[in-house]
């Protein structure tokens, strides 16, 4: 497997600013959180040792450039998901990036963010974050574009992490359909998601995303369990507010 060259990414980083956008408000402190196979960035304001975790879970970032080729570090441009985790006014709220965003540890490899960008690898990382943060609480679980797939994978695998609610948002949920629907090379090294899982959920999807496309969303997702979004792209959703309930 081909890895990346470190000085490279470390200068691409550099020239690109990727993380210049993600100045948080002071009551979120920046904890990064290390697993077996990766450390992963986390931004978390917890103020209450009772009441259930809302975590927040990045999309797939910028893995590609314009012309489709994959780049050389996957943190996010785009500050949707930052902006609607410092909104919730909730107790307690965390952040958690994708694996090698923010962070290019020296496990992270290329398909870390590419065709194995849903693997179990990168499963496992998420869900060993989220029991350290959880630890043992019960949360509400809300993925973001390929996050809401890495989510709905982390609660099928793992029964012993106590989610209440997961919430998708724009939600990449099974990616054979997403790469066939775009004529796109398939993600032959990541695990897919056959079917939700049995707890209680939401999907907000937007009428103009042309990311994840509507007629994908209602192929996976069951009418009462879709609230779709007019005039909503996929990383512009407005003032969207989540149904925590």
Same mark, same amino acid.
């Given at each position: 497997?081909?890895?990346? &060259?470190?000085?490279?990414?470390?200068?691409?980083?550099?020239? *690109?600013?990727?993380?210049?956008?993600?100045?948080?408000?002071? @009551?979120?402190?920046?904890? /990064?959180?290390?697993?077996?196979?990766? =450390? $992963?960035a986390t931004w978390q304001k917890?103020?209450?040792?009772?009441?259930?975790?809302? $975590?927040?879970?990045? %999309?797939?970032?910028?893995?590609?450039?314009?012309?489709?080729?994959?780049? /050389?570090?996957?943190? /996010?441009?785009?500050?949707f998901m930052r902006d609607l985790?410092?909104?919730?006014?909730?107790?307690? +709220? +965390?952040?958690?990036?994708? /694996?090698?965003?923010?962070?290019?540890?020296?496990?992270?490899?290329?398909h870390d963010w590419t065709d194995?960008?849903?693997?179990?690898?990168?499963?496992? *990382?998420?869900? &060993?974050?989220?029991?350290?943060?959880?630890? %043992?609480?019960?949360? !509400?679980?809300?993925?973001? *574009?390929?996050?809401?797939?890495?989510?709905?994978?982390?609660?099928?695998?793992?029964?012993?992490?106590? +989610?209440?609610?997961? $919430?998708?948002?724009?939600?990449?949920?099974?990616?054979?359909?997403?790469?066939?629907?775009?004529?796109?090379?398939?993600?032959?090294?990541?695990? @897919?998601?056959?079917?939700?899982?049995?707890?209680?959920? !939401?999907?907000?999807? %937007?009428?103009?995303?042309?990311?994840?496309?509507?007629?994908? *969303?209602?192929?996976?997702?069951?009418?009462?369990?879709?609230?779709? !979004?007019?005039?909503? =792209?996929?990383? &512009?959703?407005?003032?969207?507010?989540?149904?925590?309930?």
């Amino acid at each position: 497997m081909c890895r990346m &060259n470190m000085r490279l990414i470390f200068v691409c980083m550099i020239l *690109s600013g990727c993380t210049r956008h993600y100045t948080w408000n002071d @009551d979120f402190e920046y904890k /990064p959180v290390t697993t077996q196979q990766h =450390t $992963i960035a986390t931004w978390q304001k917890i103020t209450d040792n009772k009441s259930p975790i809302h $975590i927040y879970v990045e %999309g797939d970032g910028h893995a590609y450039f314009a012309n489709g080729t994959p780049g /050389p570090d996957p943190t /996010p441009h785009d500050i949707f998901m930052r902006d609607l985790t410092m909104r919730d006014n909730s107790q307690n +709220v +965390v952040y958690i990036a994708r /694996p090698c965003q923010f962070i290019m540890d020296n496990k992270c490899y290329f398909h870390d963010w590419t065709d194995a960008r849903f693997s179990q690898n990168n499963i496992d *990382s998420l869900a &060993n974050t989220i029991r350290k943060i959880a630890n %043992g609480r019960s949360i !509400i679980l809300i993925g973001y *574009s390929g996050g809401a797939l890495m989510t709905g994978l982390v609660i099928k695998q793992n029964p012993d992490i106590r +989610v209440k609610k997961w $919430i998708t948002i724009a939600g990449l949920l099974n990616h054979h359909d997403w790469t066939e629907y775009f004529n796109d090379s398939p993600l032959d090294k990541s695990l @897919d998601l056959d079917a939700l899982p049995n707890v209680p959920q !939401i999907h907000y999807v %937007g009428t103009d995303d042309n990311v994840v496309p509507i007629t994908l *969303s209602k192929k996976w997702i069951p009418e009462e369990k879709l609230r779709i !979004i007019n005039d909503a =792209t996929h990383s &512009n959703f407005s003032n969207l507010k989540l149904d925590f309930d």
